[in-house]
């Protein structure tokens, strides 16, 4: 799998952006409200907890309460990254839902497996669950740049097949524990990430209009998330 829309296309997040605050779903209307769950925001690769700002603006308005993930850029080791990521979750005295953006997606799949005692559910966006790499040649070129310089805090070759990341490579291609629901949202114009690798056999997929970038900020997007929230409180 390497199809993805023309990458141009992904210039289209600052107009999604502008058109959610300007949708009813912004202001918590025509959607079911929360009371008080805890959502678990994970970012996409080179993001930060910055990146879903307005994510979780947008849930604590329809009565959520998001907890960011404490990450400022997401290119660390994803062994190392989950491991802190667990501990985090772990501090919650409460269960929660795993809501993941591109890597995200794939950290919180296998964060739902490590922490499933506590996790009600896992919603991914654009994440390319069956096929890391199916993504934009241009991304697969920069992560193997990262990977090459060997900084402190991001990933390395190391990470592809080595010790560091033996359990997460496990856990995220382990079975989502039963109870545990799980949606991954996916858009066919998506610049970033080949849509079909967002099919998780084990998901309810539910394709959304947007960009890969704009999933974070996009009514479409919203709706969805709300819905898939609403069915996991039951």
């Given at each position: 799998?390497?199809?993805?829309?023309?990458?141009?296309l992904?210039?289209?997040?600052?107009?999604?952006r502008?058109?959610?605050?300007?949708?009813?779903?912004?202001?918590?209307?025509?959607v079911?409200?929360?009371?008080?769950?805890?959502?678990?925001?994970?970012?996409?690769?080179?993001?930060?907890?910055?990146?879903?700002?307005?994510?979780?603006?947008?849930?604590?308005?329809?009565?959520?309460?998001?907890?960011?993930?404490?990450i400022?850029?997401n290119?660390?080791?994803?062994?190392?990254?989950v491991?802190?990521?667990?501990?985090?979750?772990?501090?919650?005295?409460?269960?929660?839902v795993?809501?993941?953006?591109?890597?995200?997606?794939?950290?919180a799949?296998?964060?739902?497996?490590?922490?499933?005692?506590?996790?009600?559910?896992?919603i991914?966006?654009?994440?390319?669950?069956?096929?890391?790499?199916?993504?934009?040649?241009?991304?697969?070129a920069?992560?193997?740049?990262?990977?090459?310089?060997?900084?402190?805090?991001?990933?390395?070759?190391a990470?592809?097949?080595?010790?560091?990341?033996?359990?997460?490579?496990?856990?995220?291609?382990?079975?989502?524990?039963?109870?545990?629901?799980?949606?991954?949202?996916?858009?066919?114009?998506?610049?970033?990430?080949?849509?079909?690798?967002?099919?998780?056999?084990?998901?309810?997929?539910?394709?959304v209009?947007?960009?890969?970038?704009?999933?974070?900020?996009?009514?479409?997007?919203?709706?969805a998330?709300?819905?898939?929230?609403a069915?996991?409180?039951?």
């Amino acid at each position: 799998m390497t199809t993805t829309a023309p990458i141009w296309l992904e210039q289209r997040w600052p107009l999604e952006r502008a058109a959610l605050v300007a949708d009813p779903v912004w202001w918590g209307k025509g959607v079911p409200r929360g009371k008080g769950e805890r959502v678990f925001l994970i970012p996409g690769l080179f993001a930060g907890d910055w990146s879903l700002l307005t994510l979780g603006r947008w849930l604590r308005r329809i009565g959520y309460t998001p907890i960011s993930a404490g990450i400022h850029v997401n290119s660390d080791c994803a062994g190392a990254t989950v491991d802190r990521l667990a501990k985090r979750c772990r501090e919650l005295d409460d269960e929660f839902v795993l809501l993941g953006q591109s890597r995200g997606g794939l950290l919180a799949r296998a964060l739902a497996v490590r922490e499933q005692e506590r996790v009600r559910g896992l919603i991914t966006l654009g994440s390319p669950m069956r096929d890391e790499w199916a993504i934009h040649p241009l991304l697969r070129a920069a992560i193997h740049r990262v990977a090459r310089v060997g900084a402190p805090h991001t990933f390395t070759r190391a990470c592809a097949s080595g010790q560091c990341c033996r359990q997460y490579l496990a856990e995220r291609t382990a079975p989502v524990p039963p109870g545990i629901g799980f949606v991954s949202l996916y858009t066919r114009s998506d610049g970033i990430v080949d849509w079909r690798t967002c099919l998780d056999p084990q998901a309810e997929a539910v394709e959304v209009e947007g960009s890969h970038a704009g999933m974070g900020a996009s009514a479409p997007a919203y709706r969805a998330i709300a819905a898939a929230l609403a069915d996991f409180r039951g």
